[in-house]
């Protein structure tokens, strides 16, 4: 009987201490306790900064605060295309599946198209871009903000492209075909401004 009572105090004995050690456990959760075994360390959020904006260049400042339609335009950009269209416009309607297939690649090369809608209300050009599946902004001329893109000028006939530096300084303007050929129009202007010294063998100056 004795016996009994003895294992029966040893059993309950046992059950305090395993019930004070999960207290314990729970009272050090989210410290660094001296011991490795119950060490457990709390790690808080690192403190997000936001990067500072930078400076906008003459290009997109203007769009910054003008009302353009079906995307946001890309205020990163090097260079700007000005694609003056319109739906009613045989040869725009032509050239544009090749102009939207180029996109992705002009977007990657740092070169943000516009498209200067010459249709006669947003609503029409904003079907047209959609009926191409077209991604890249747009400006009705009649709006705001178009007539002070640096270097845009409205052209006699359309569809009509004018290339510029994301200040606005002029590359190339023509037929609306040029934006397909944009990457050898911004080479041939880059090297041109790089200046003789581009093309001189290393170790030797430009004569």
Not at 73 to 99: F, G, H, N, T
Request: one cysteine or more; charged letters at 20%; glycine letters at 6%.
């Amino acid at each position: 009987m004795k016996t009994k009572s003895l294992f029966c105090l040893l059993l309950a004995g046992g059950a305090l201490v395993a019930v004070t050690g999960c207290s314990e456990e729970k009272k050090t959760e989210g410290t660094v306790t001296g011991t490795e075994k119950n060490s457990v360390a709390v790690e808080t959020a690192p403190t997000t900064q936001a990067a500072p904006s930078r400076e906008l260049s003459p290009v997109a400042e203007v769009l910054a605060k003008s009302p353009t339609f079906n995307a946001k335009p890309d205020l990163q950009a090097k260079y700007y295309v000005y694609l003056v269209s319109a739906s009613w416009c045989p040869p725009c309607r032509a050239e544009m599946p090749e102009i939207v297939s180029l996109y992705k690649q002009m977007k990657d090369d740092g070169v943000e198209i516009v498209l200067i809608s010459a249709d006669a209300t947003q609503e029409k050009a904003q079907e047209y871009l959609t009926n191409f599946n077209a991604t890249f902004p747009a400006m009705m001329p009649s709006q705001n903000g178009v007539t002070e893109l640096p270097g845009y000028t409205p052209p006699r006939a359309i569809p009509h492209a004018i290339i510029v530096t994301n200040d606005g300084e002029l590359v190339k303007k023509g037929h609306g075909s040029i934006t397909m050929q944009y990457k050898g129009i911004i080479n041939q202007y880059e090297t041109q401004e790089l200046g003789p010294a581009a093309s001189a063998p290393a170790g030797e100056e430009a004569k």
